[in-house]
Structures are given as C-alpha cells and as structure tokens.
C-alpha cells in the first residue's frame, strides 16, 4: 500500500472535482468545493479510503499538499467563478512538516489571490491543541484566506472549535440536513446553529440538500447558502450556472410548512426538577426533636427518615402533632425514637423518573402519598423529596403548555405554531388564504349524545380538514375545541375546501341515529328546559384571502377570519363563506363590499 501511495504522488494520479456553493436567496454560484479523487481503477479511489491510507503510512501531510495543488491547478484551468473552499485538516496544519506559506506561494504562481480562497477545515480526529491551531488560523487570515469549518455536527469538537478559531463560514453536517422537512429536531437544531451564525457574524451553509423539501425548507430557514446532490453533483466539468428548476423554485414566493412535533409528553422531564432540600432524622431521633423541627418549619409538611444515606420511612407533620396533642402522649413518646411515628413504606422514586410515570404512580397510590409526598433518591441514596402540590402543578403547566403547540384531541397544532405560521407568511411578503372552521350545532349534539362522541366528531373534522391539505404548503391547526384553521397557499384551495365540506357531509351521517338523520335533527332542552329542535351538525368554513403588506401580524389575520367565519355560520348546512372584500393598507377598512357565499 504504500507503495502504491507514493506512486500515486510521483505520478499525480488524481483528479479534482467540483461541487457547487449556491445563494439560496437566487440560486448564484457563489463558489465550489473542490475535492479530490484517486485512481479510478484503484481501491484508493475514494478520498475517505485514499486518506486514510495515507495517514497510516505517514504520508498524510505530502497527500494533502499534491491535492490542494491538483485543485487549485484544475479550478484555473477549468475557468472557475466565485470562491475555492479548499479542503485541510486541522491536524496537518499542527505538523512539524507542514510548510506554512507553500500553498500561498503555489496560488500565486497560478495567478489566484488568498480572497478567493476559503480554507475549510475539515476534521477527521480529534483536536486538542487550540492555541496552536488558532495561531495557524491566523497565519492564514493575514494572508488573506477565510476559514471555514466543515461538517458541524459530526466531528469531534465542532462547537469547540467554531469558538476557538471564529470562522467566517460554518458548514452544517448533511446529517442535520436530510429529512429536515419531517423532523422537528433536526429543524430547532439548524435553527439553533443558523441564531449563532447570526451573532457570531459568520455564514452557514447546508450540506447534503438532496430534495426539493429539503431546498425550500433551508431556504425558508434564512441560511445563507446551499450545497447537495439535488443542487448539483460533485463534476470534473462542473456548470458555473445552477440549474434553472433551482433557481426558479428560490424565486417562488411563498413560505414550506415547518415540520411539527406530534408528542405531547415531556418524557425528559424528571422528579429532579420537583426536588426539595429538606431536614432528615434518623430512625433513632427522638419525638421531641422532630417536633421541633415542625415547630420551626411551619411549611413542611413532613420530614424523611433516613439510615446510612438510604431512606427508610417518613413522618407525617399532622399525624405527629395530632398524637402530641392527646393528654400525657408528648410526656409519654417525647424521648422514644421517632421510629415510632414513621410511615415506613413511603414513596420512593429515582430522579430520573418522568413526570409523567410520577403522576400516574401517584395516581395509582393511596391518597395519603399527595399529601406526604414523595423521597427523590439517586442509585438508591437520598437526595431530597418532592410534594403532590408541587407535582401537579407542574403536570398542569406541562399540559396548558402542549395545549398551546399541539391539541391533545387532533394531535394537529395548537396556537402558537398557528400564529407563527401566520407571522412567517406575513413576514416573507406571501400571499395566501386563511380559512376559519367551526362546528355548527356542536353543543347540542354533545348534549344529545355525549362528550366522547362529540370527540370523535372533532377527531373526524381534523382528519377530513387534513386530507385536503397539501402538507407541502398548506398548514392547518386546531385552535381548541371544534375550531380550526387553515392557512392555504394551494392555487385550488377554493376547490379543496368543498371537497372537505362534501366529504364532512357523508362521514357525519352515522353519528346520528338514523331517526334523527331522516329528519334532519334532533330535541334538546334550552337553558328554560324547553324542547328545541336542533339541525344537525353542519361544517362552516369563513376565508379570507390576505395579500402582501396588508397585514402586520397574526391578530389582525385572525380577527378578519373570525368575521367571515360568523358569515359562514349564518348560512344554513355545510357553507364555505369567501370574503371577497378589498382591504386597505392603512386602515384596514374596504375598498369593496363584494362577497360571496357559496353553499353545499
């Protein structure tokens, strides 16, 4: 093998290729990355087989410096625009071997300058002299090079190193990239990363794009530049023109809908969050001490009994001092051990149980354990308690706070994914048609036949609104109860919503019995208990078509929904209401009193 390596240097057998770096704003090159290949008719072919061949037999710095010379040689020679990214390793730069000022000196002579050149640094093991290779990084930068760094995310010490050597571009890890479009945290991360860029005054750019989904998505996300199969394959002859379905498809207004979590449980939040520092006792401690404790802590409510680090029971406040209360019961059990007065089968519970799992293990218990709480423990060790109250609350705040991202009937968004959804629309100057869906007649039909029917009607909504829904571009959300909204940006959403409407007017049909379907409703008593024929549940749907810079934000979107919504209601059976009223930029008001209401 090393022969064949060193071959393969003497005689520069290998070939540069090129993949491109575009804008995702318009598509424009804005550079290549140039890579290497080896031999074709060799097992070195590859560049991960062919250095890392290189690095076992010590040649690793003299490979690197015969593939940075092949591809600065064949970028001129091709006639290549924009930026090089030119491929090093960090640990090369840290050899004694390495001649700084070699590649420069090599550049020049091909008649290329260091601001054309951006060293991209691409990590391959680990990293741990930083001060050196801050120091190298500097070199460059007095030279006129730009950094960046390669794949982060995948390597070893990528955020450490971004915040030693500040590089003026950050490549995300195509790992973070594909599927970006079906998952949710893949998205908060390439967020997160695209936040710091912003602060730390660098560029990012997406690795590894290889759909359209994936295009549009990192493109709506606000990253700088591109790069992937879907754009463009690595070339010997690369095209210094993106292709135009590329271009075109940046150009479309519009915004993609982000991918939306369908969990509602907080599995990573444990009991240590509810963990109380509290006094302990031992077994042996005497009543009276206990007592005291009480006495002086006028909020606990109850105390651990602890042995060798390991609990052992717990003593309830009230129950201790209910017994001292009764006559001669202090003078009798103030000097006996506290043992006496335990609850020795507590809860006992690890702190890295779930919230969740705690609750229903509370739930499951006697009564006694939500006012006496419960001991946290580490591998068996006490570490503190927790209370009922304490747990409920934080199981009702985990619950207001999923209701608000995803309703917990639907499992579609809640509220807050709703209106920034609607900001996002608002904010990239996009057109679109907002569309307001209610149940008419709900409340009678659960008084008639029950809430959990009245769920699987809601449930039924959900899904039919779904299905016409173009999950590319079409975002519907469940704002609570038997309300919905959709946010279109589907050309034929006119037809989409009496698809839905259609398609309600068939499944509703088996919720009633069949007498009440024949005659088109049912009896219900009012609020004065007198018999009231109510129609059947019908879908209205109020839309709103809303046009670029008319809008300021999510509330004013919805008020105007909320309006056609009440029109669509007005009509008798399953409706769609469009709103075909004009509205001006400074007041809101219209231009035109034109409206239509088209009925099935």
């Keep these: 093998m090393r022969d064949h390596l060193k071959e393969i240097i003497e005689n520069r057998r290998l070939t540069a290729v090129f993949q491109p770096i575009i804008s995702m704003r318009d598509g424009h090159i804005i550079g290549f990355e140039g890579l290497i290949r080896g031999p074709s008719d060799s097992l070195l072919h590859s560049p991960i087989n062919l250095f890392k061949a290189a690095n076992l037999n010590k040649l690793s710095v003299v490979m690197e410096q015969l593939c940075r010379q092949v591809v600065l040689e064949t970028f001129v020679k091709l006639g290549l625009i924009g930026k090089l990214f030119l491929n090093v390793s960090p640990e090369c730069l840290l050899k004694p071997d390495f001649k700084q000022g070699e590649t420069l000196c090599y550049m020049q002579n091909l008649g290329i300058n260091p601001d054309q050149v951006i060293i991209e640094l691409t990590e391959s093991q680990p990293t741990f002299d930083y001060n050196l290779l801050r120091e190298a990084t500097t070199h460059y930068r007095e030279m006129g090079f730009e950094i960046a760094i390669d794949d982060l995310g995948e390597g070893f010490s990528g955020l450490r190193l971004w915040s030693e050597i500040r590089p003026d571009y950050v490549k995300i890890d195509k790992h973070f990239i594909q599927n970006i479009n079906q998952d949710p945290l893949k998205l908060q991360f390439v967020q997160s ?16 794009i290889e759909t359209q989904a994936e295009l549009m998505i ?62 302990v006792v031992t077994p042996d401690t005497m009543n009276e001490e206990v007592y005291k404790i009480f006495s002086e802590s006028p909020a606990l409510q109850a105390i651990p009994v602890v042995k060798n680090g390991t609990p052992v029971g717990m003593i309830n406040r009230h129950m201790l001092i209910d017994s001292f209360s009764k006559l001669y019961s202090r003078e009798l059990y103030g000097k006996k051990a506290c043992s006496k007065f335990m609850d020795s089968a507590p809860m006992i519970v690890d702190k890295d149980i779930s919230i969740q799992a705690l609750s229903h293990l509370m739930v499951a218990s006697e009564r006694r354990y939500l006012s006496d709480g419960f001991i946290i423990t580490s591998k068996g060790e006490y570490i503190g308690i927790g209370t009922g109250h304490d747990l409920m609350r934080e199981i009702t705040q985990m ?6 991202y995803a309703n917990p009937l639907t499992l579609l968004p809640g509220n807050v ?20 869906c209610d149940l ?10 029950g809430y959990r029917r009245g769920d699987d009607i809601i449930q039924l909504t959900g899904k039919t609104l ?19 909204f959709i946010l279109f940006q589907s050309a ?109």
């Design 440 to 449: 008419d007649n709900f409340k009678p039909f659960n008084d008639k036949y």
């Design 399 to 404: 619950q207001i706070t999923a209701a608000r």
């Design 218 to 279: 990192i493109k709506d996300l606000g990253i700088d530049f591109g790069q992937g199969y879907h754009i463009a394959r690595p070339s010997s002859t690369p095209s210094v023109i993106a292709p135009i379905e590329i271009s075109k498809a940046l150009c479309l207004p519009g915004i993609t809908v982000y991918p939306q979590s369908k969990s509602l449980t907080q599995n990573t939040i444990s009991a240590s969050r509810l963990l109380i520092e509290v006094p």
């Design 466 to 484: 779904s299905n016409i829904c173009n999950p590319d571009c079409d975002f519907i959300g469940h704002i609570g109860g038997d309300d919905f």
């Design 193 to 208: 990363i695209q936040k710091i860029a912003e602060n730390a005054a660098a560029r990012v750019i997406a690795e590894g």
């Design 492 to 600: 034929d959403w006119e037809e989409r919503c009496q698809d839905a409407l259609s398609e309600f007017s068939k499944l509703i049909a088996p919720f009633f019995s069949a007498s009440d379907f024949a005659q088109g409703g049912f009896i219900t008593a009012d609020r004065k208990n007198e018999q009231v024929f109510q129609p059947l549940t019908t879908l209205s749907i109020g839309a709103v078509r809303i046009e670029p810079g008319i809008f300021n934000s999510h509330n004013e979107v919805s008020s105007v929904a909320a309006e056609a919504k009440k029109r669509a209601k007005a009509i008798h059976g399953n409706s769609l209401f469009i709103d075909r009223r004009h509205y001006c930029n400074e007041t809101r008001d219209c231009h035109s009193t034109e409206e239509c209401a088209l009925i099935t």
């Design 417 to 436: 994914p709703i209106n920034e959804h609607i900001d996002r629309l608002i904010h990239s100057q996009a057109s679109f048609v907002v569309c307001y």
